[in-house]
């Protein structure tokens, strides 16, 4: 099993620029999440959704949307970028919201 | 404010040596807490978890306690590895009546730094 896949690793954008994050799981998890991570700080809760087609809102949704068209697929979109979006990404999955299991990460630059 | 927090932000030991590291959360309500590791470049690695119903919990050299009347969390690592160092997040969870996910809520973290 590959775990928790992110895509990209690494990405630069300017300010006004839209992306989307990819996030996608084969362990057949229900629930999954989005958490940003800025520099010597803990992770805050973007998303989380507990199935398909069901999302919900976490710490700090703005600037952000995500969709859950499959158990697998989790995105999460930037329509608008700004610099205050830099930061490191997690995307993860968890049976049932217990132990969560984490991506690699995506390091997004807003300048 | 953050609900999970840590006492230090650094914490460091000599290989070979046990390591204490410490964690206080606010919300009285949480009832599942988790202990994660992550390296440098890396997602956060689950180490181990407890329930509230619970207040120790051992697993390979490391074992969580819980005290819940002071609200406080700690991970012991036994004979501390240069692979042991990392930094070391807890988070808890606080679970909705129907169950559902919520999400874990973090505290900032503590680096664990091995001296040789």
């Known amino acids: 099993n590959a775990g928790v896949t992110q895509t990209p690793k690494f990405r630069i954008l300017k300010i006004g620029q839209s992306m989307t994050l990819q996030c996608t799981q084969d362990m057949n998890h229900n629930y999954m999440y989005w958490y940003r991570q800025d520099p010597g700080m803990g992770l805050k809760l973007i998303y989380y959704s507990v199935g398909a087609g069901i999302t919900d809102k976490g710490e700090v949704p703005n600037g952000y949307n995500v969709s859950r068209s499959t158990t697998e697929d989790f995105p999460l979109r930037l329509e608008l970028a700004a610099p205050s979006q830099t930061s490191v990404y997690f995307c993860?999955?968890?049976?049932?919201?217990?132990?969560?299991?984490f991506g690699q990460g995506t390091r997004l630059t807003v300048v | 404010g953050e609900s999970v927090g840590l006492h230090l932000p650094t914490l460091s030991v000599q290989e070979g040596d046990n390591s204490i590291i410490n964690c206080a959360y606010s919300?009285?309500?949480?009832?599942?807490f988790i202990w994660y590791k992550q390296e440098s470049g890396k997602g956060p690695q689950f180490i181990i978890d407890?329930?509230?119903?619970?207040d120790k919990r051992q697993g390979q050299r490391v074992t969580v306690l819980l005290n819940k009347t002071v609200k406080h969390l700690s991970l012991q690592i036994a004979a501390t590895q240069p692979g042991d160092s990392a930094v070391y997040f807890c988070?808890?969870?606080?679970?909705?009546?129907?169950?559902?996910?919520?999400?874990?809520?973090f505290g900032k973290g503590t680096h664990l730094i091995i001296q040789p």
């Open positions: 988070a808890e969870n606080l679970r909705s009546s129907g169950g559902g996910a919520d999400g874990l809520t």
């Open positions: 993860a999955s968890s049976y049932r919201g217990s132990e969560a299991f």
């Open positions: 919300n009285s309500a949480s009832d599942y």
């Open positions: 407890i329930r509230s119903n619970m």
